[in-house]
């Protein structure tokens, strides 16, 4: 048989995988033949097998092999394990960053991490010790702004892998053009070539260094393309002054900048032939840079630009993958001319990046590294949506900061959205240059350390004061477990010593603590299974179960034994735990937030605003946006799907407003029925409803501010010629009057107040559900949980399908060892259905299941659940409960000899 038509599938991580090598996707080489591995998402052996033998027809059969019509409605699960792949990877051309998914994926991860800071935190230099590259200058690092895209490190035992995507053809063609028009506009003035390459070098918030592609400019190399391109530039310049419709309007203004100028002027230099001319020589260079590249494998859209390079190299030859990606990821002067960073979108690179301060080996860690925040100083206002979109999706949050200046400008308003959002568990700080902290009234490390910690004090504080989260009360009592005081990250990594090299371990060791509470919404698996179980040399085989006939025969089972617990349960809630909350009360905290947002906005389109209100004032340092910046948010709206410029980010900033009014809200507003709750218990229940409500508000903030209005950010965009920046202005404001309403009285108030109150009350629901099954456990609960019955139908089938399946796959033998049988539920159960997990714990540290075996041949089950009922109240449970477990067990049995006896599981 040819290798490249095998397919395998195997069990792990509770679903079935298919591997093989598809035909249609290159590999790291470039040639067709890629080695797939595919979640089939199925725990039915059979559903895979079938999946297994399609693939295996279409590997033999060349007319099947291209994307069929039709195939995702007829067959959705074929069409997932092989089609899509190559639908993915030819529509993946307007969106490169999708390919590092494609060929890369992330996998699941015992830690998922993401560094924030600030610019000249430090964060870069922490990241190569923590992954063992500070010797060989990766990730790079500069005294400004030096990570410029999204850089994901995938440290596990595998061979090093990396993909590197590269910013869209059009998007780089409008970077281009808008650092050549900087340098013609500044030729206009001063002809000197040195002035005139500074304009060209790089844009403002220094996200695009052109230098770095074209090389630095200097007297001494006349034939250097950079030097050529400048006097092109200047020759160009010379020659538009001869224009009389150019000299006219060069005459008649004093403007140096490009923003100074009218649209309308700006408009026929960008249309005159010679500025193409000049762009697209920037093009061929950056196209030559490209061919010289010998290593590796691009894949080109249609056009000739390049969407992705990818390489491989064996896990000994860590220094050689460094040495040979420098070119995208190098910002090092000498190579100025021949780099390709600036074009970067995004890098994802696998490997064994284990430094020897990691505590062990074997993890799976994703470290996320991305731009430092607050680079347009005291104008950021916000967090990017990518950011916030992280903060939702990781493990953990590494707030770096440096330990010199501490807690000033973004990392301050980063620092309140984490609470704001509910997410502080996932919190760390790390403070760099600790080691720089020297002062005569300074003279121990505890007194250092106490004066960093006073700010984060100070900050918690305000952030107390802005969103009523006690949450930061908590986080102050444990600031020693969740802050970091790190120095000596110049040194060598195996310099590093002492109590910094100690506390570099414990940091590391922090990317394993489990939260407290994870935030996302629990789904209990059917079927967990760990994959070091998997991974023995003689694995036991997978039975097949068919999971609808398993859950037929438990509802059978559940109907003749719990007839009446269902109306038990009612009567024995009355007085249950529940939340409450006073939901009329929403309308001034969203009214609140809409009002900052409106006022910041009138402020930068119109250098004033007509709105009453005590916030006024708070956004007095707000000046008039120049007319350019406007457009250049608008452009990038419409043509790139990128929803913010530089310190203009709309959508970030109304969600952020909202999430802090949303904390202030539930903080004010929450009602406790039948209990009073611990501190710790109300936090973690508030957290807990911060975190729903700003994930689903912040989709709603994107689909109303964007989506829906797109046609006027278009019309806002194509604006031009005199008049256009206040009719752009209108637009915008239009757009905002719409979205984000101030007007209690008009129709958009009613839908939005409509739509907020939906999404509290849905959180609100399903937490109390969760708190009634017991899936949200309070701290002084533990004694009224042993006395009323709080489980319901759903969670009693859930946790009688668990122990059936540990009793299919290790038979009834796993009953002798009781350690195993525990483990294994733990692990079935992931923190779920707390309350009955426990219960059913103690009923077999007591005994009970052995004993209900060793007794049914010779009693009735009524007998047996008497007995067994009684025995188990002697332990201070409710008869109700005691019963409940009896039953359970019963019921387990009988499932379990059914699926016997009729052959279902092949035991």
């Known amino acids: 048989m040819n290798p490249n038509n095998q397919v395998k599938i195997f069990y792990k991580l509770n679903s079935w995988y298919v591997q093989y090598i598809h035909p249609k996707i290159p590999n790291h080489k470039g040639d067709l033949g890629r080695n797939v591995e595919i979640n089939i998402h ?122 590197i995507t590269f910013f869209p053809y059009p998007k780089i063609n409008l970077l281009i053009k808008e650092r050549v028009m900087d340098a013609i506009i500044a030729s206009f003035y001063n002809e000197d070539l040195s002035y005139i390459f500074e304009k060209l070098k790089e844009n403002k918030p220094q996200t695009f260094k052109l230098h770095h592609i074209i090389g630095n400019y200097s007297e001494d190399q006349k034939e250097a393309f950079v030097n050529r391109l400048l006097i092109n530039i200047l020759h160009f310049s010379k020659e538009l002054k001869t224009d009389s419709k150019f000299s006219q309007i060069l005459d008649n203004t004093d403007a140096q900048f490009v923003n100074e100028y009218p649209e309308s002027f700006l408009d026929l230099i960008k249309n005159h032939q010679n500025f193409e001319i000049l762009t697209k020589s920037i093009l061929t260079y950056i196209q030559n840079i490209f061919n010289n590249v010998k290593i590796g494998f691009f894949q080109y859209d249609e056009n000739g630009w390049p969407l992705y390079w990818e390489y491989e190299e064996d896990k000994q030859n860590k220094e050689i993958l460094i040495k040979n990606s420098k070119r995208f990821t190098s910002n090092y002067y000498k190579n100025f001319g021949k780099l390709l960073t600036p074009l970067v979108s995004g890098i994802r690179i696998e490997g064994p990046f284990y430094s020897d301060f990691f505590p062990v080996n074997t993890k799976v860690v994703i470290l996320r590294d991305g731009q430092g925040l607050g680079h347009e100083g005291d104008l950021d206002l916000a967090l990017s949506i990518k950011t916030l979109d992280l903060l939702k999706r990781v493990d953990k949050i590494i707030l770096v900061d440096n330990g010199e200046q501490p807690m000033i400008g ?122 070091k179980e998997i991974l023995i040399k003689n694995p036991k085989q997978i039975l097949k179960i068919d999971y609808q006939i398993l859950r037929s025969f438990i509802d059978l089972q559940y109907t003749n034994y719990f007839q009446d617990f269902g109306s038990n349960h009612k009567e024995g809630s009355k007085n249950k735990l529940q939340l409450n909350f006073k939901i009329e009360k929403i309308t001034e905290y969203i009214l609140r937030a809409n009002i900052q947002f409106r006022i910041l906005w009138d402020m930068r389109l119109f250098g ?70 611990l501190p710790a218990d109300s936090i973690k229940v508030l957290d807990r409803m911060r975190f729903d409500t700003t994930r689903n508000s912040d989709l709603f903030v994107f689909d109303s501010l964007i989506r829906k209005n797109i046609h006027l950010w278009e019309n806002a965009y194509q604006k031009s010629g005199t008049g256009s920046a206040t009719q752009r202005a209108n637009v915008l404001n239009s757009i905002f009057n719409s979205a984000v309403p101030i007007d209690l009285s008009c129709s958009q108030w009613n839908d939005l107040e409509l739509h907020y109150k939906g999404i509290i009350q849905k ?73 009955e997990r426990k219960k059913i714990i103690l009923s077999i540290n007591e005994g009970i299941p052995e004993r209900i075996l060793s007794e049914s041949p010779h009693l009735s089950e009524e007998l047996i659940i008497s007995k067994f009922s009684n025995q188990l109240t002697i332990t201070g449970i409710s008869n109700e409960f005691a019963e409940w477990i009896v039953k359970c067990w019963i019921i387990s049995y009988n499932v379990y000899n059914e699926f016997k006896e009729k052959n279902i599981a092949k035991l």
């Open 42 to 163: 199925t725990q039915i052996e059979s559903e895979a097998q079938s999946i297994k033998n399609k693939i295996f027809h279409i590997l033999n059969t060349p007319s099947l092999q291209d994307l069929q019509s039709n195939i995702g409605i007829e067959d959705p699960q074929l069409y997932y394990c092989y089609y899509r792949l190559i639908d993915e990877y030819k529509n993946n051309i307007n969106d490169p960053d999708k390919y590092r998914d494609l060929l890369l994926p992330l996998p699941s991860a015992d830690a998922d991490v993401i560094f924030l800071g600030a610019t000249g935190s430090g964060k870069t230099s922490l990241i190569r010790h923590v992954i063992g590259t500070d010797s060989l200058n990766f990730p790079l690092k500069s005294k400004s702004r030096a990570t410029t895209s999204d850089m994901e490190i995938i440290i596990r035992d595998n061979s090093f892998r990396m993909v």
């Open 410 to 531: 973004l990392t301050l308003i980063a620092l309140e959205q984490i609470f704001s959002r509910g997410l502080s568990s996932k919190l760390a700080i790390a403070f760099t240059r600790f080691d720089l902290i020297v002062a005569d009234d300074l003279p121990s490390l505890k007194d250092r350390q106490n004066r960093l910690k006073n700010p984060i004090l100070d900050s918690l504080n305000q952030i107390f004061k802005k969103n009523k989260s006690k949450t930061t009360f908590e986080f102050a009592k444990k600031i020693d477990e969740q802050v970091f005081f790190l120095g000596e990250l110049h040194k060598p990594s195996d310099k590093i010593t002492g109590f910094y090299k100690t506390e570099l371990q414990k940091f590391c060791s922090f990317f394993f603590i489990k939260n407290e509470k994870e935030l996302e919404e629990i789904i209990p698996p059917l079927n967990p299974i760990k994959e």
């Open 763 to 835: 959180s609100f629901q399903l937490l109390n559900n969760e708190i009634e099954t017991g899936k949200i456990s309070f701290s002084d609960t533990t004694k009224q949980d042993s006395n009323v019955t709080k489980v319901d139908e759903k969670s009693t089938k859930q946790i009688v399908q668990y122990i059936v399946e540990i009793l299919i796959k290790n038979d009834l033998k796993i009953l002798n060892r009781s350690k195993l049988f525990i483990g294994l539920l733990d692990d079935y159960c992931k923190n779920s259905f707390e309350p």
């Open 608 to 677: 004033r605003t007509t709105i009453k209100s005590p916030f006024t004032s708070q956004f007095g340092q707000i000046g008039k946006e120049n007319w350019s910046v406007v457009k250049a948010l608008t452009r990038r709206i419409v043509s790139y799907n990128e929803y913010e410029y530089r310190h203009l980010k709309p959508v970030s900033e109304l969600s952020s407003y909202i999430a802090t009014e949303l904390s202030c809200f539930f903080s004010d507003n929450i009602l406790w029925n039948n209990y009073v709750p």
